[in-house]
């Protein structure tokens, strides 16, 4: 069973910048593709980013034009660089693989 593990969250000021990163267990090059998703509190998990195995990516509108998600299947590894940081999107980011598996989630706050 591979395990997904997030980090990179932190406490940022509004206009800041922060890159999260979210490291498989195993090969993720096998997996049609990989997501970030979000959860503010006494809200619903959304979806932030996903790119498939091909390179093709899909963002939620709230997403486009600052956050850019990436993956390098050497290092089993899929990032989330955000820019332009605003309390909205102040949440617990969860990395998925898009068969069932989940990270345990790293917390991004933005607030002066």
């Known amino acids: 069973q591979v395990q997904l593990v997030e980090s990179g969250g932190a406490l940022v000021q509004p206009g800041g910048s922060l890159r999260l990163s979210c490291v498989a267990s195993?090969?993720?090059?096998?997996?049609?593709?990989m997501g970030w998703y979000r959860q503010a509190p006494g809200k619903q998990r959304e979806l932030v980013a996903t790119?498939?195995?091909?390179?093709?990516?899909n963002y939620a509108d709230s997403a486009k034009g600052r956050f850019t998600i990436s993956r390098d299947d050497l290092k089993n590894t899929v990032y989330l660089e955000m820019d332009g940081l605003k309390p909205e999107d102040t949440a617990v980011y969860y990395c998925?693989?898009?068969?069932?598996?989940w990270g345990q989630g790293t917390q991004v706050t933005v607030s002066s």
């Open positions: 998925y693989n898009g068969l069932g598996v």
């Open positions: 195993g090969t993720i090059s096998r997996f049609h593709f």
């Open positions: 790119m498939s195995s091909g390179g093709t990516t």
